[in-house]
């Protein structure tokens, strides 16, 4: 039977140790510091946000907007129809599949294309195809984001670039990116690292998916990068661990891929518990 003395130092022992393992869980617990001028972390499945920072602040998204794109065309377009592109939509700034005037590809090959080189032409060729100009197009984008409750957001084009009428908030793009990962399509194209695409006449391109968070994240499943001056660097990511799937969205970021794996580490600990540890999982990368 333990003296006095040996009890006292048996219970300080045990405080000492109780306090350290209440430490660690609010320590994993803690939110993480982000670059972004506005970011969210959303869980889908239970429609609540894990983390903000100045959430509905309306702000430019860049080539983020081809989420709604995408989502729009695999709606409204059959995989194997076949697209002439319009001389409209070739020769846009930014990045591009060099399209040619009269050029045929299937609407599957130039959503590949969009998502995974962030091809501006093939979004306006996409636009044509579904509703004949680019207008058009955008009442569309409006007219879906308005059927996801959304009203701080607005589309004037179907690829990014700069517009008044152009913007979103990190809320909602979150939402309009759990509607676009919801459909099995959209989800399959945004995963793909590369592919090779190619038009009736037999030319062929290689596309290569500039979001690095596929490589950089153990789990990842999308979802797009974007960027222009005004804007600044755009990332909208997906992850899925242990049966939880994750939404993250940065918004004018510098830091943006160490942001993202900052927000997936303490989503998937705070939804795991704090038996878990997040931060074994995943190394974050020199700031670019």
Known sequence: MKNPRERIISAMILIVLLLFIYMIAVSSAAEPTVSARSAVLYE???????????????????????????????????????????????????????????????ASDLIMGMMLRSANDAAAALAYAVSGGIPEFAALMNERAAS?????????????????????????????????????????????????????DGYRRLVTNHNKLLSLYEGATGVKTGYTKKSGRCLVGAAEKD?????????????????????????????????THPDDDVSLIPTL
């Open 44 to 106: 889908p499945a239970e429609k609540s946000f894990l983390f903000e920072k100045n959430a509905d602040e309306r702000l430019p998204m860049a080539s983020t907007t081809k989420i709604m794109t995408a989502l729009l065309a695999i709606e409204n377009l059959s995989p194997d129809e076949e697209i002439t592109v319009v001389p409209e939509a070739c020769g846009i700034e930014g990045s591009s599949l060099y399209l040619k005037p009269g050029e045929i590809l299937t």
């Open 148 to 200: 996801m409750g959304l009203r701080n957001t607005s589309f004037s084009n179907p690829h990014g670039l700069d517009g008044e009428e152009h913007y979103t908030t990190a809320r909602e793009l979150a939402i309009i990116s759990a509607v676009a990962m919801s459909d099995p399509t959209f989800k399959s194209v945004v995963s793909t690292k590369s592919c090779t695409i190619t038009n009736k």
């Open 243 to 275: 049966g939880i799937s994750l939404i993250s969205v940065t918004i004018s970021a510098p830091d943006d891929w160490n942001d993202h794996m900052k927000m997936f580490n303490y989503g998937f600990g705070a939804l795991k518990g704090p038996d």
